[in-house]
Structures are given as C-alpha cells and as structure tokens.
C-alpha cells in the first residue's frame, strides 16, 4: 500500500529518461524514396478535411503518410530489401490503403496511424508483379481484390477473410498484369506475348461470367498496355506507331489508331495517367495530349497542349478538369487548369511558382481542387515529383509550401571536402607563399594583414554590440532560421563540406555539421556503373582547399543515360561552379571506362590527374593538359582489371607511345575455378586518406613485431558454389586473396566452406576484417587477419612491389558476430595515432562501433604475462554487441548502403556519415577525447590553483631573499 503511494505522489514529478547527447554532435535525415503511386486524403464529413495528407509509395519499398501542411513524415513503414518488400500496387480507398507486396502478398493498413489491419499471402510466383482493386457493395461492404500470377482473390476488406479466389487459366504462359474493377464485375487481363491478350470477367461473389481471348500480335516487349477510362485497355505499340484500344466489357478485336493520324509525328508516346475524363499521353517527351476514346474505341485528341510540361486529369464535384503545367520563364513554371466539360480555363489557377533547374522535368503530378469556405473559389493543392526525385507541393497562389529531397535516398558516392580557410589565413598564405618578394615587400603585406584583422575583429564587435542578426527564408514552412557561419575551415576542422552523388545523377553538397543542403546540381545525363551487382559512382578530390589560391576541384564519372559510355562532371566542391571548360551537363565521353583512379602524385598546381582506361585500352586523361605530366609518371604508375564473371585479374604499366598514352600486360592471375564456377564479388584497398603512426607493435618481451606495410595490396574475395557428389549435397564455397597488384604476388589465400556471402570486407594498414555467413552453423562471422615482417624490417626507408618479395607471417581467428551486418567500415584519424574502431551497420538499424583489438588474431586461449603487459585480450569466439557501443542511440537506420569516415583537425575523433534510406552522421572517438578538456572541466578552480600558486611562489621568493639578507648580516 506504502508503494502505491509513494509512486502516486511522485508520479507528477517524473517525465522521463533524456538522453542529453542526441543531437548534439550529430543529425539524422529520414527519407521515402522515389514515389510511384500517390494519394490525396479524401475528406471524412467536411471539404476542408480533405488533402491533410498524402499518402505515397515508393520505390525503397516505403509507403508512408506526409504532412501536406510541411512535408513531414505522420508515419513510415519500411518493408524488407530486395525484391519480397517491393510494393508493387497501392489503392486508397478512403477508410483503408490496400498494398501488394512481392508479388504475392495483399495487405490492408490503417491510413491515421499506419496500423496493419490484416494480411494475405496469395499464391504465386515473386518474379510477377501483382495488382490490387477494391469493388465497393452495397451496405458499405467492400471487397479487396488481389493479383497474384496464378490466381486472383477477393478478401473482405474489413477482417481480411478470403471470400473467393479463382485459378487464372494457363497462368504458366499468359501473364496477368491488370485488374480492374468496373460496374460491379472484375476484369483481369493477361498477355502472352506476340500471340494474345486474355480477358477474364468475374462478378464480386467470385463467379466467372466469360473469358475471352484477342488476337493481338503487336504485344512485344516494348509495348506498354494501361487500362484507360475505366473500361479500355489501351496499348502503345512502337513498332507500328499507333495506338491499339479494345473493351474490357465487349472484348472482340483491337483497334487500331495511327499516331501519324493523330498527329504525333515526331515517335512513339507514353501513357502518364487515365481517369474518367480521358487519358494523357506525353508525345515524345515534348508535349502533352489529352485523348479520349469513341464508342468504335477510336482514339481521338480532345487537346493538344504543345507547350505543357505534364498534365494530369482531377475530379472534383464529379466533374473532370485537366489541370498542367507550362514552362514560362527560366527557373518559372505556370499552372493552368481547364474545365473538360465546358472547355473553359479555370480562372482561379494561372499562378506561377520557382522551379529551381536542379529538379530536372516533372515526371509525376498529382492534382487536388476544393472550394473556399470564404469566397466559394477553386483552391488547389499540386504535388510534383521532378527528376532528380524530389518530391514538392505547391498551393496558395502558386507558393511552394516544401520540398523533399528525396535522391538523398540515393546516395552512391560520397566525400568529405576541408572547408577553406578564411581571408586572413589565405593572406598568410599568400604572404609566404612567394618566394620572389623581398624582405620589405613581406613586411607591407604583414602590415596589411594585421590591420585586416584588426578591421574585421572591430566590425564583429561592433555588430555583435548591435544586436544584428542576419536571417533568412527558408523554403520548408515558410519558416526563418538564423543564417549559419560562412563556408570558413573551423578551428579543429570539424565541420566539412559533404560530397553526394545521388543516383538520378544530382550532386549535392551538404554541411556536416548540420545536414542543410549548400548547393545541389543535377546532370541529367549522367548515371551509375553497375559493379558487383551493386550501382555506384566514382568520385575523387583532384585538389584539396589546402592550396590557395588554387581553387580545388572534384570529379565524378559514371555513365551516359543514352549511350552507355563514360559520362564524366568536374567542379568545385565549396562553390558548385563547373571547371573551365566543362558544360554544366558534364562531358559526355566517346569511349567507355573500364578502369579509373587519381594519380598519387600532383603536379606544380597541385593537381592530381584523373586517369581513365577505355575500351580499346588507350589511357585518357583528365584534365588534358596534364598529359605530358602522367607521361613522366609512367614507368611507376600501374593499374589492373578484373573480369567479374570470370575470375580473372591482368595488372598493366603505363607506356607512352608518342603522343598518346598506352598499358602493357604486366601479369595475370586466374582466380577461377571451372568447377566451382567462381565470381568476384569485392574488391578492396586500403582507405587512400589513411595515415600510418606506427610501422610495428611492441610486444610483452620489449621486441618490436614490424608490420607488413604493403601500400599495392588488395583484398579479393570470390564466392561458387561445390557441385553435389553421390556422398553430399551442393554446398556455398567463399575464397579471400590478398594480392599485390602491381607484381600479381599473392601474399594470402584463405577458403571457407559451407559460407556464403554478402562479404562485407574491411582493409587498413597492415590488417583484414571481413564477414561473411556460415551456412553449417547458420549464424554470422568475422575473421581478422594481420600481416607482419618479423622482428626485423625489410624496409626501412619506402615499399616497392618490385624488390625481392618478403613472405609476411600471417595471422587469423574467426569470431562470431551475434546480428546480420549491412555494411562494415573502419575510423581514419589524421595521423593514425588514435586506436582503431570497426563501424558495423546492423541490419536492425543501429550503427555498432566495436574496437579492434577485439579482432585482434594474437588474442590468446590461455593469457600469459607477456600478452597481459601487451594488453591483449584474451580470446573468446562471441563478441560482444553491448548497448554503450551503438553510436547513434535509438535512432533507427533503414537499408543502410554504407559508411564514410573522414578525418578531421583533433587526432581522437572520426567523421561518420551513414548513407541508405536514412542519413546519419556523428563523431566518433575511438581513444576517447584525449586531445581537448571534457566539456565539464573546472576552469575557475585550475585558474585559481595556477594564481595561488604563483602568489605563494612570489611570497616564498620574497621571504627567502629576506632570510638570505639576514643571515648574511649576522
């Protein structure tokens, strides 16, 4: 009774646990990804509750429910990767949001708090992409209606019973790709292609009233078919130019309509969206058209907009109007709505708004009208996802209420750029930069730079006695926040300008700090490399801020949209601008890349020379002028490729021949095995911005192990499969080589039966950490491995590949690790003083950091006095994932792609930015903060302490020369 009491008169005075260190070295960015299909919220008893929210899938397996009002997320649900989380359909239906997952299975979802109300797995294959419809009955019963590849089913949408399900005849060959529900009967529509197209008509009980096939010979794999008007299926046939139209609810023969008749003379065009009213064709790109379809299923334009961006067709009061956008000035787009009834303009639309070119086109527009409750006007509300898949909603008068970057999601490359220093440090710089100026000469500039200082040290002062504060608008909300500090290196140089390449082919540069987007271009034709099955961009920094007045400069290549060959964009990294030379839509290569890195040297301007390998073998480089440059470098530098699919590696040198710059085969390694049929599945060095303190490790006995500190090697790790023998079954077989690719030596080879990937692989300094899955034990591991010299150093001064090879002792344990990993990266400090720390993103979302002396082979069964004088651990097989070590708290990442470290100013911290659906970034320090003072230190009582002590010293000096006076005088 005393217990409930007391819990009753504190329970007022107790709000919570606050985890006071969220937020403060760190952000977190929650995305959505590429929407595919979205809705406005229908209103529930009043007009005005209509358009609060929209409700989106995308194409990161998401559905989600924004805020219309500031774009925030209401509530997400992130499915699972690859292809059993994709939604492939989504249907509102005002009470419920109804989604197919992986092909098979039909959920229904709560659309205020994003609750699971049930779900049904549907029989069919996961490669088909399955198709939901709702049919409303009377008595306000509604039936979900699911495809899957062989069957189609009818749930009752309220407690997800299976009311009726029916087999889809010859399901094996026919590919059923629609459902569509139409005056009270379900119309399922399959293809076979080059033959037929199938139409199977049920009643909502699940009685099948006909089935019927259409002779339909134009259905390639080009052809896109999309039910238009509720009640036809119209077809896109590029071959022939035309359109083909047949009824759902008489299905006899196709129509044909030419697009030359129509008008369309310029290719083929693409269905964007259908509704009542008629159905919007986009003719090549170029400009739109509304079409509709006659009673002979004869398409006819009903109108031609020639300079519309996108249109789209909204019902409001059971009226249809076709609402479009047209391009008015150089960042300014209008819209303009028509009444498709009476076909007049809508006078209340023809508002302008700020569309920004980094967007690209608009791609999807989703439309809502409602009335005023003032004046009885059209109000509207438009949401628009653009190119580089951003998401932004426009309303009020054509005032753009917010924008999602939504490529964010996307993220494929990533750096971390230093800040550049401030105007004084650059006149410093400049100051002794010169080696002509006299000693009078540097004496004026040193007077000028201090009174330079002198001046900006009185205005801040003066501005800071003011009270003024500079302010900006900012998009989102239409809210305020005070401007942040210039783009100026801090002290410790925490504070970096993130590099981003997203997959649309935008580049973004974002503050560390903060996460807040300092520019962002998009270079349209630019797209990812696909590499190891996972896509990806190669970004380098040619030129760092470190040499002013240089400006520096980065370069990112990928590949071009159209031609498949090399696409490749260069541009300062702090300001976005665009080298000399270089259009703002990047330049498109006339050879494709099979191979590319930055020079390790630079030449006087400190630049670093971006050498590409096409396919004819001749090397190219970038920028031109440094070709004679690479030409004098030839004879070190080397290169290799690998053939994935075939296991093979060739290592090359660089030799010029005349003007132009060519590679000799150097070695070759098979890493094949015809039986196993092996493919490369990584390839990994060392981190380039890594820096090495120490050669060797000091051990128990005071001897020095050195470390084999090869800077050519590479971690390569293939996967097959052992074909099954009368004895035994088929089982996963996983390689790792570490190989000198400038010689072709292999240092080590390492074989794991019975595991299979995904390898995640981690390579710095003189060790390998890489994980992979038993399959004998089903669980996940970890082995590390460390290379050494010996007790005696080969080489003291420099490594070179090309001396007689030095055999390392190599060391390796395996571990196992408790939870599935995502993605695996090590810490970079300036010096590499600081300890190193393994950041391993889990698949549950969190981000564990786990020290590397857990890792550590030498760890012993049994310790001795020399491992314990060492410091190391003894070995035990689990390691341990403990609460304190997760760095981003209860902060949850989905499908986290990678890890990037950078490092900065303070030798005990690490940069990291965790990159996927979500953004993450934080400090980290491995060896705790031993550089700087604890936030909670005592300044005041060290301050007195340090002046107690000096007056006491001064005293003591005092009374110890009187004493020494008076003993002389006695």
């Not at 990767?81 to 509102?92: S, T």
């Not at 077809?235 to 139209?245: G, H």
């Not at 997959?503 to 973004?508: F, I, S, T």
């Not at 560390?512 to 998009?522: A, N, R």
Request: negative net charge; contains cysteine; aromatic residues 8%.
């Amino acid at each position: 009774m005393w217990k409930l009491l007391i819990f009753v008169l504190f329970y007022s005075h107790v709000d919570g646990l606050y985890e006071d260190q969220i937020g403060k070295f760190d952000w977190r960015q929650q995305h959505i990804g590429l929407v595919t299909q979205l809705f406005w919220e229908s209103a529930s008893g009043s007009s005005s509750s209509a358009g609060k929210r929209l409700y989106v899938s995308t194409d990161s397996n998401v559905i989600a429910a924004l805020n219309s009002v500031n774009g925030q997320i209401v509530w997400r649900r992130v499915f699972e990767e690859e292809r059993r989380g994709e939604v492939d359909d989504m249907l509102y239906t005002g009470n419920y949001l109804l989604t197919v997952l992986g092909g098979n299975r039909l959920q229904a979802w709560q659309p205020g708090s994003g609750t699971i109300m049930w779900e049904v797995a549907m029989k069919g294959e996961t490669t088909h992409t399955g198709k939901v419809g709702f049919a409303e009955e009377s008595g306000s019963r509604g039936v979900a209606v699911g495809l899957s590849s062989e069957r189609v089913y009818g749930v009752n949408i309220r407690d997800g019973t299976t009311l009726w399900d029916v087999e889809l005849p010859n399901s094996d060959v026919v590919k059923y790709k629609h459902v569509q529900v139409y005056d009270g009967t379900v119309y399922v529509v399959g293809m076979t292609m080059g033959a037929e197209v199938k139409v199977i008509s049920i009643d909502t009980d699940g009685t099948v009233t006909s089935t019927k096939s259409v002779l339909a010979a134009f259905i390639r794999k080009d052809t896109s078919c999309e039910v238009a008007e509720n009640s036809y299926l119209m077809c896109v046939c590029p071959s022939s130019e035309s359109l083909q139209v047949i009824s759902l609810t008489q299905p006899a023969t196709f129509t044909s309509t030419s697009l030359q008749d129509m008008g369309v003379s310029e290719g083929t065009v693409d269905i964007i969206s259908s509704g009542s009213g008629g159905t919007v064709l986009s003719a090549a790109g170029k400009y739109v058209l509304l079409v509709t379809i006659a009673t002979n299923n004869k398409v006819s334009i009903r109108k031609q907009l020639p300079k519309a961006l996108i249109a789209n067709t909204v019902t409001f009061e059971d009226r249809e109007f076709l609402l479009y956008l047209e391009n008015t000035g150089s960042e300014e787009v209008t819209v303009f709505g028509i009444d498709l009834e009476t076909g007049e303009s809508l006078g209340e639309l023809g508002h302008s708004f700020n569309y920004a070119h980094h967007n690209g086109k608009p791609t999807q527009f989703y439309g809502l009208l409602a009335k005023r409750a003032k004046d009885g006007k059209l109000a509207y509300k438009l949401a628009i996802v653009s190119q580089d898949y951003s998401l932004q909603l426009i309303h009020k008068s054509g005032k753009v209420g917010w924008r999602r970057e939504e490529c964010l999601a996307y993220v494929y490359a990533v750096e971390m750029v230093d800040l550049p220093v401030s105007e004084n440090q650059a006149k410093f710089e400049d100051e002794f930069g010169s080696h002509e100026d006299n000693v009078v000469t540097m004496f004026m500039k040193r007077v000028r730079t201090q009174l330079s200082q002198l001046q900006t040290f009185i205005m801040q002062q003066v501005e800071r006695l003011q009270g003024v504060k500079h302010h900006t608008a900012i998009m989102e909300g239409g809210e305020e926040e005070e401007d942040e500090e210039d783009l100026l290196r801090d002290e410790f140089s925490l504070h970096k300008m993130v590099i981003l390449v997203t997959r649309p082919g935008k580049v973004l540069g974002m503050r560390s700090q903060t996460g807040h987007i300092v520019w962002q271009h998009l270079v349209p034709d630019l797209a990812p490399f696909m590499s190891f099955g996972r896509q990806m961009f190669m970004l380098h920094t040619q030129r760092t801020t470190a040499h002013f007045p240089h400006h520096p400069q980065c370069v990112v290549l990928g590949k071009n949209k159209a031609s498949g060959r090399g696409h490749l964009y260069a541009f300062n990294p702090i300001t976005a601008e665009t080298v000399s030379g270089m259009s703002g839509t990047g330049e498109h290569l006339p050879y494709s890349v099979k191979q590319a890195f930055v020079l390790g040297t630079w030449d006087e301007n400190f630049m670093k020379a971006f050498i590409m390998l096409d396919d004819s073998h001749m090397v190219r480089v970038y920028p031109e002028t440094m070709k004679r440059f690479v030409q004098e470098h030839s004879s070190t530098t080397y290169m290799f490729l690998a053939d994935i699919e075939h296991g093979a590696l060739n290592g090359f040198r660089l030799h010029p021949k005349h003007s132009d710059i060519t590679v000799d085969p150097v070695w070759t390694v098979n890493l094949q095995n015809t039986r196993l049929n092996m493919k490369i599945t990584n390839i990994v060095s060392r981190p380039a911005n890594e820096h090495i303190h120490s050669v060797g490790r000091v051990l128990g006995d005071r001897s020095v192990l050195y470390k084999y500190l090869n800077p050519n090697l590479v971690v390569i790790t293939t996967e097959g499969e052992e074909p099954a023998t009368s004895q035994q079954k088929a089982y996963p077989v996983v390689n790792v080589y570490v190989v000198d690719v400038v010689t072709g030596h292999m240092v080590f080879h390492g074989n794991h039966r019975k595991a299979s990937g995904p390898l995640h692989v981690v390579h710095s300094e003189n060790w390998v950490v890489y994980g992979y899955l038993n399959m004998k034990q089903h669980r996940y591991e970890m082995a590390g491995l460390e290379m050494y010299e010996g007790k005696i150093q080969s080489n003291v001064t420099a490594f070179s590949s090309l001396s007689a090879p030095v055999t390392p002792l190599v060391l390796r344990h395996s571990f196992i690790f408790p939870l599935p990993v995502a993605s695996m990266a090590t810490t970079v400090t300036e010096k590499g003083i600081t300890a190193k720390d393994l950041l391993i993103a889990l698949k549950n979302g969190g981000i564990f950091s786990l020290p590397k002396a857990f890792l550590d082979p030498r760890r012993p069964l049994a310790p001795t006095q020399e491992t314990q004088e060492e410091g190391t651990l003894p070995y035990i097989p689990e390691l341990p994932v403990h609460t304190e070590g997760i760095i981003n708290y209860n902060r949850t990442l989905f499908h986290v792609r990678g890890l990037h470290t950078a490092p900065t100013g303070l030798e005990s911290t690490s940069l990291v930015l965790a990159y996927g659906l979500d953004l993450f970034q934080t400090r980290v320090q491995p060896s705790k903060m031993f550089d700087v003072l604890k936030e909670d230190f005592e300044h005041y009582v060290i301050a007195i302490v340090v002046l107690s002590m000096l007056l006491v010293s001064f005293i003591t000096k005092k009374l110890a020369s009187r004493k020494a006076l008076n003993k002389q005088w006695k």
